[in-house]
């Protein structure tokens, strides 16, 4: 089976915010974090955390920390930062679809009054369902 892990592009703005509010003024924040983040979108983590280390150094900055993760953040994950690949073929690159996901795979059915689960049973109860939503049944169960 092959896995595709794909970093959240909320998590990766988050660095950014939080770096590009020790760099820049408030009139370029939104250009700034608009920019770095196409970039992420066509492969470039180390053009992006290359740049900022460089633009910290150069303004001489004391407080580097968040220019320090966010540069560490995108290149110890950029094999997973492929948005440009990601939205051809048509994964989800935010975290919305992944929680709706959860909700409906998880949430719906085990959290119903009364019901108590132990960690076996609720394990494979998950199982189950995980297996009859992708359609992965080799016949039509009526089970979950």
Same mark, same amino acid.
């Given at each position: 089976?092959?896995?595709?892990?794909?970093?959240?592009?909320?998590?990766?703005?988050?660095?950014?915010?939080?770096?590009?509010?020790?760099?820049?003024?408030?009139?370029?924040?939104?250009?700034?974090? +608009?920019?770095?983040?196409? /970039?992420?979108?066509?492969?470039?983590?180390?053009?992006?955390? +290359?740049?900022?280390?460089?633009?910290?150094?150069? $303004? /001489?900055?004391?407080?580097?920390?968040?220019?320090?993760?966010?540069?560490?953040?995108?290149?110890?994950?950029?094999?997973?930062?492929?948005?440009?690949?990601?939205?051809?073929?048509?994964?989800?690159?935010?975290?919305?679809?992944?929680?709706?996901?959860?909700?409906?795979?998880?949430?719906? $059915?085990?959290?119903?009054?009364?019901?108590?689960?132990?960690?076996?049973?609720?394990?494979?109860?998950?199982?189950?369902? +995980?297996?009859?939503?992708?359609?992965?049944?080799? +016949?039509?169960?009526?089970?979950?």
């Amino acid at each position: 089976m092959k896995l595709t892990i794909i970093c959240d592009i909320i998590h990766v703005l988050e660095y950014l915010w939080f770096a590009v509010k020790v760099l820049n003024d408030e009139e370029k924040l939104n250009w700034w974090v +608009s920019d770095k983040l196409s /970039q992420y979108r066509y492969g470039k983590s180390s053009f992006v955390a +290359s740049g900022i280390r460089r633009s910290a150094t150069c $303004r /001489q900055l004391k407080n580097r920390e968040p220019i320090d993760s966010c540069a560490k953040y995108g290149l110890n994950h950029s094999n997973y930062l492929n948005y440009k690949e990601y939205l051809e073929k048509g994964y989800p690159i935010a975290t919305g679809v992944i929680e709706g996901a959860c909700r409906y795979l998880v949430k719906d $059915r085990m959290d119903i009054t009364g019901a108590r689960w132990s960690l076996k049973g609720a394990e494979a109860i998950l199982k189950l369902r +995980s297996v009859k939503i992708s359609n992965d049944f080799d +016949s039509d169960l009526e089970i979950l």
